[in-house]
């Protein structure tokens, strides 16, 4: 690709010569102007956007003040509005998920790195990648007409035996419910957290890994006196980026979630996640102080992904450098 | 530490031996676990799905009725290519210039950018959904297309940036050097330099982040509307392919509608599968052998 | 799977059509796929296009040849017919959504739309959220039943049910479907010891005003219960709802029945025929359980007189042999359409369809067991068309 010199700035003078540096060329005022514009507007719209719902929620958050956040009543009817039944099913279905996705997608990072030869091991990682590409609305509807059905009886199985100990776990088990709405979204965060845990597990230096070896380790010695530990900090970003997607998803959730804006007394309880009860609602709240809590709720949401995701990006950063310097 | 070590000096006992081909037996089990809602939902979908694919399913929009039989779900291919297009064209050029910034600003104003934009890849979509709502549908009055693919721009766009800004900083500092000996200007340098060499790897990020985009329901939810007509006017409210999905597959009145749905579910995940998989095969290409060890 | 459904249309089409040539609706069965047009029953009124002495006449404006609406689950059947046959008539796209009575109130409120469709007429409180727009103009279209919809295997005929175990089902009092008080308004009946399973409404809709109406007036329990004392809070599109999961739309609540034994809810009839759920006979205030039919509908739809702005319930009919949960779906405009639509052309199309709905549309509403608008409403009905303006001039001549 030819590139030609461009000599648009001179009329001669010390910047004529092919190798003496011209300062600031004219073209590079406007184009250092212009993409210092974009990013500043960009960045500002997406600025004005946050400010905007902040603004538009802050009568739900002077009416209720810290209230908003600790109610454990949502109830448009009586407007009264407290996001604490959804800040407490986003959670619980998010450990759900966790607690199902992280061992899986270990697992099969493990199985990935260390344990498949390249050749096999790429192509069973794409496939397994394969699970974020089936988009939330898919996931949704198979959890809700296959997944339902098909995990009743493991639900009646726990709600009938440990469960009658533990009211936790109890009884009733309707079909949707945190528990289901926890699986849906493990089985779509499995892919994030196993490419992140896979890409971690690939730093690990060769040096060590082979020093173990030869010192008669078997494979398993390798992960575990030197994968896992190079890896932790790596790890912990997975997982928090995991989390992050978790507390996110809205419609594969509020397909399967059940829908009761309240507090369940167990995990087979039907609730309500933050991302769903918005998806829900938002259409439909002609009441002011509905509308204006739930974009309440949405700051909430915002907040709370910020913190999570951004914990886990400065843990990734930190995981990226250490692995850069070499061990 | 030597001391840990040192017992690995001692022969493997059996037990060690148990334990490793254990881990190996786990993992393979979990990787088998974690396919099988993959098998599942592709099953799935093509059971309910077969009955009314086929190419006039894709060429047609649905019957006036949509109790009716027949039809098919042309205009929310349509509406979702539409939507998407126009998301891109505004995303892309935003994200290589935010991206462009990063590069050339530097210091700890591109750290700060780069965190913020690293964050906002991952903020729920639903959250976005809300925001371009009061933001265009209500200052312009009525659900559109604009709107629903202002929404699906704002979700590209850190795919995008993110993507870029790693096209360029694997651009070999010879290559930036050169340039600068040679007296271009920075601007020169981007377009006919860097932004050349980067292309196919900017190419393959807007794959990544139409892939992402065309997914997704919730931001169309508020935005977009839904139209049961096929229309190529952005000021309408407009058909997708997620809504579609979402507002019918439940309907169990309504057969004809429900099955159509599913096979707009088929078809959604057939096409998200090909962006994602045309992405990653170019990845591949572009960069043989990822790193395994620094 | 697909076989089965096919059967199924086969079968409702057959039945669409020994249904519409008699009127007693004693068993339920499938409502058809592809309703035949022009469909009156025996006590239908008779609607004017039908060679009476008034010719009404059609001016089928195109406008930007789209119209958009949104809102009630309730009627979409009904308007999905509708933008068939108006599509036919006018050439003008009815692009109806149906996400909810919530929705289609919100869409009018901010002018998202150019109607809303909503099974629960506007409250003063929404009418004055959207002062800066304009006042409404609501137009009740159709009529149809709330059935409760329950999945039990083993019953030969229909559970009848008193408006006091309807209140106990939904708020959580009677929990297995063998309670005391199920079994005595069921003598002979053989109840299963299942759990009751409760699914209402999760967004906010229409259909629910229309149940809770009823149970707000028919039984004192519900009051307490969920209105905690309060009328106006355990009525509404909304209600804090003691028990049970929630789905979204009539079509939500229907699979949630579906799916789960001894599931119970609350969906409108035209849901639980398709689908083939049996549904509950319910006694009215005259005393008598009366099953939910076209002509049960059409008895409690008939008000003597009916208010000047055409707000009114029909819960808990007073009439003999009305259905006790009825309701009306209306459709809800501005009055004044200049400050809210961006043309005349366009607000001449809305104020066509409109026309043309309360009138050739009507012949679509039996197929669907929808009631449609009683001789004693229309002349009401056509007086609220009619009285939309643009800029002060009415635009229908």
Not at chain 1, 14 to 40: C, E, W
Not at chain 1, 302 to 317: E, S, T, W
Not at chain 3, 41 to 68: E, F, H, I, M, W
Not at chain 3, 167 to 180: E, S
Request: overall charge positive; aromatic content about 8%; hydrophobic content about 50%.
């Amino acid at each position: 690709m030819a590139v030609r010199i461009s000599n648009k700035a001179g009329q001669g003078g010390p910047a004529a010569g092919p190798f003496a540096r011209r300062h600031l060329l004219n073209g590079d005022i406007v184009f250092r102007l212009v993409v210092a514009a974009s990013a500043a507007l960009t960045i500002g719209l997406i600025g004005l956007m946050v400010f905007d719902s902040v603004q538009a929620a802050w009568p739900a958050f002077q009416t209720f003040g810290l209230g908003f956040v600790t109610g454990i009543r949502w109830s448009p009817s009586f407007t009264i509005y407290g996001a604490l039944p959804f800040i407490y099913g986003t959670m619980l279905t998010s450990v759900i998920a966790l607690l199902l996705a992280v061992p899986i997608a270990v697992l099969i990072a493990l199985l990935v790195t260390e344990f498949l030869p390249p050749q096999i091991g790429r192509p069973v990682a794409i496939v397994v990648d394969l699970l974020a590409a089936v988009p939330s609305v898919v996931w949704g509807l198979w959890g809700l007409l296959v997944l339902v059905p098909f995990i009743r009886p493991i639900e009646h199985g726990i709600a009938d035996g440990p469960g009658r100990l533990i009211p936790f776990l109890g009884p009733p088990t309707p079909g949707p419910s945190y528990f289901v709405a926890g699986v849906v979204v493990a089985v779509m965060i499995i892919p994030i957290v196993a490419a992140l845990t896979r890409e971690v597990f690939a730093t690990t230096p060769r040096l060590q890994r082979e020093a173990v070896l030869a010192l008669g380790g078997t494979r398993w010695d390798v992960i575990r006196r030197v994968v896992l530990p190079i890896g932790r900090t790596g790890l912990l970003a997975a997982v928090l980026l995991g989390l992050g997607r978790a507390i996110g998803e809205t419609i594969a959730v509020t397909m399967v979630i059940g829908n009761a804006p309240k507090i369940g007394g167990s995990i087979f309880s039907p609730g309500f996640t933050l991302a769903s009860v918005i998806a829900n609602e938002f259409n439909e709240a002609t009441e002011p102080l509905h509308a204006e809590s739930l974009v309440g709720l949405g700051v909430v949401l915002l907040v709370i992904a910020i913190v999570i995701n951004g914990a886990g990006v400065a843990v990734r950063r930190r995981f990226e450098r250490s692995a850069g310097r070499g061990r | 530490m030597a001391a840990e070590y040192g017992a690995l000096l001692t022969p493997t006992s059996s037990a060690r031996r148990f334990k490793a081909n254990l881990v190996v037996v786990l993992a393979v089990v979990a990787t088998a676990i974690a396919l099988v809602p993959l098998a599942s939902v592709f099953l799935f979908l093509i059971t309910r799905a077969v009955g009314v694919l086929g190419i006039d399913f894709l060429l047609q929009d649905p019957p006036g009725d949509l109790s009716a039989a027949g039809g098919g779900i042309r205009n929310a291919i349509a509406g979702t290519l539409e939507m998407t297009t126009l998301a891109t064209l505004i995303a892309a050029p935003l994200g290589i210039l935010i991206a462009i910034f990063d590069t050339e600003v530097g210091g700890r104003l591109a750290t700060g950018t780069r965190f913020f934009i690293d964050v906002m890849v991952a903020l729920p979509s639903i959250v976005i959904g809300i925001f371009v709502y009061s933001l265009i549908v209500v200052a312009q009055g009525h659900f559109s297309g604009f709107a629903g693919s202002v929404a699906l721009a704002a979700i590209m766009l850190p795919v995008i940036v993110v993507s870029t800004e790693e096209m360029l900083r694997l651009i070999p500092r010879p290559i930036s050097e050169g340039a600068r000996a040679l007296g271009l200007s920075r601007w020169r340098t981007y377009a006919s330099v860097f932004l050349p060499t980067a292309v196919s790897g900017i190419f393959t990020g807007l794959l990544l982040a139409v892939s992402r985009a065309i997914g997704e329901t919730a931001p169309l939810l508020f935005t977009a509307l839904g139209n049961n007509f096929f229309s190529t006017d952005m000021n309408e409210p407009m058909q997708g392919l997620p809504l579609l999905i979402y507002r019918n597959a439940l309907n169990s009145a309504f057969p004809a509608a429900r099955d159509r749905a599913m096979g707009a579910a088929l078809v959604l995940v057939l096409i998200v599968l090909a962006f994602n998989l045309l992405g990653r095969w170019l990845v591949s290409r572009r960069k043989p052998g990822r790193s395994t060890g620094r | 799977m697909l076989n089965g459904t096919r059967r199924i249309s086969a079968l409702a089409v057959a039945a669409a059509l020994v249904l519409s040539a008699c009127s007693s609706s004693a068993t339920p069965s499938p409502a058809p796929t592809t309703a035949p047009q022009d469909t009156t029953v025996a006590s239908a009124p008779a609607v004017a296009t039908t060679g009476a002495a008034t010719a009404v006449t059609y001016r089928c404006t195109k406008g930007d040849g789209q119209l958009n609406g949104a809102g009630a689950t309730f009627p979409f059947p009904l308007y999905s017919k509708w933008g068939a046959d108006y599509n036919t008539k006018c050439g003008v796209k009815l692009n109806y959504q149906s996400i909810g009575s919530g929705g289609g109130v919100k869409g009018w409120q901010q002018n998202t739309v150019d109607f809303g469709a909503s099974d629960a007429f506007l409250l003063d409180s929404e009418i004055t959220a959207a002062a800066a727009n304009g006042v409404p103009v609501e137009i009740p279209v159709a009529f149809g039943a709330v059935v409760v919809a329950y999945n039990l295997k083993g019953l030969s005929a229909p559970l009848k049910m008193t408006a006091d175990i309807v209140a106990g089902i939904f708020d959580g009092k009677i929990t297995k479907w063998n309670d005391a008080a199920i079994a005595a308004a069921n003598a002979g009946v053989t109840l299963p010891a299942s759990d009751i399973s409760v699914v209402h409404r999760s967004d906010g809709s229409g259909t629910t005003s229309i149940f809770t109406t009823y149970l707000t007036k028919a039984s004192p329990d519900w009051v307490t219960t969920v209105g905690k004392g309060d009328a106006t809070k355990s009525a509404g599109k909304t209600v804090e709802w003691p028990t049970g999961l929630g789905a979204s739309g009539n079509e939500g609540v229907t699979q949630g029945i579906n799916q789960t034994d001894g599931g119970v809810g609350y969906i409108e009839l035209t849901y639980a025929l398709a689908n083939k759920i049996p549904f509950a006979d319910v006694k009215n205030s005259s005393g008598a359980f009366i099953t939910p039919s076209l002509d049960s509908v059409k008895a409690a739809a008939n008000l003597p007189t009916y208010p000047a702005d055409l707000r009114f319930n029909l819960a808990n009919s007073p009439v003999a042999d009305g259905y006790p949960i009825t309701g009306s779906t209306w459709l809800i405009v501005y009055k004044d359409l200049s400050k809210v639509m961006k043309s005349q052309d366009r607000a001449n199309a809305l104020v066509d369809f409109l026309w043309w709905g309360i009138h050739e549309g009507q012949n679509d509403s039996a197929a669907l067991y929808y009631g449609s608008i009683p001789a004693g409403l229309l002349a009401q009905d056509e007086a609220a068309v009619k009285s939309i303006t643009w800029a002060g001039q009415p635009l229908l001549p």
